[in-house]
């Protein structure tokens, strides 16, 4: 009985040793730097959220791993020893984000981080929801992650109530350019 207890504990404290991946460095192959907030006095507010009240008819919001294009390349807002989901940004200039997501379904996993561009506005809060489409409800159990896609959608709080705003999907590769 001792043997089995000690064979638990150490399979626990091996895999509790396991260093993880980020979801950025999975995706893009190295670990991004961490995304300092901007230090202008104009700034905008960006938080990234998996809250079901942002929950679609055809999506469901995942917890993501927020990622943004700066001028010097792609930045990650979580750092070895932070996860921040909210982030200050320059206000009334184009600002390029996404959030990767990961599921799993029937032994596939998937990742999907479409990135999108607006304009926040100097002194407003956004919100940003990456939600997996398709495979939603019961029907998760025959939809494969083959059908299941995501997208990414903005909204503007006003008045603390959340307004979703146009926000175009764009192609990264120029970032750090």
């Known amino acids: 009985m001792k043997f089995k207890a000690s064979v638990v504990v150490f399979s ?3 895999l509790a040793g396991c260093a993880t991946t980020s979801l950025s460095e999975q995706a893009f192959g190295t670990k991004l730097p961490k995304y300092e907030n901007t230090e202008e006095q104009k700034i905008a507010t960006i938080e990234f959220s998996a809250d079901k009240k942002y929950e679609t008819k055809k999506g469901v919001p995942f917890s993501g791993e ?3 294009c700066t ?3 792609l930045k990650s807002a979580f750092g070895e020893n ?3 989901t909210k982030i200050q ?3 009334n200039e184009p600002i390029i984000v996404t959030s990767i997501i990961k599921w799993y379904n029937s032994g596939w ?6 990135f999108v561009s607006f304009v926040p506005e ?3 809060n956004y919100v940003l929801v990456n939600e997996r489409i398709g495979g939603k409800g019961i029907s998760a159990l025959w939809t494969g992650v083959a059908f299941q896609s995501c997208k990414v959608s903005v909204y503007k709080l006003v008045n603390n109530k959340p307004v979703k705003i146009e926000a175009k999907k764009v192609n990264p590769s120029h970032c750090g350019s």
Do not use: H, M
Not at 109 to 114: D, I, L, N
């Open 12 to 14: 626990l404290f091996t």
């Open 66 to 68: 927020p990622v943004v």
């Open 71 to 73: 001028p010097s390349g």
């Open 82 to 84: 932070e996860r921040s």
């Open 89 to 91: 940004v320059p206000a």
């Open 109 to 114: 996993e998937k990742s999907c981080w479409p």
């Open 122 to 124: 100097l002194g407003s």
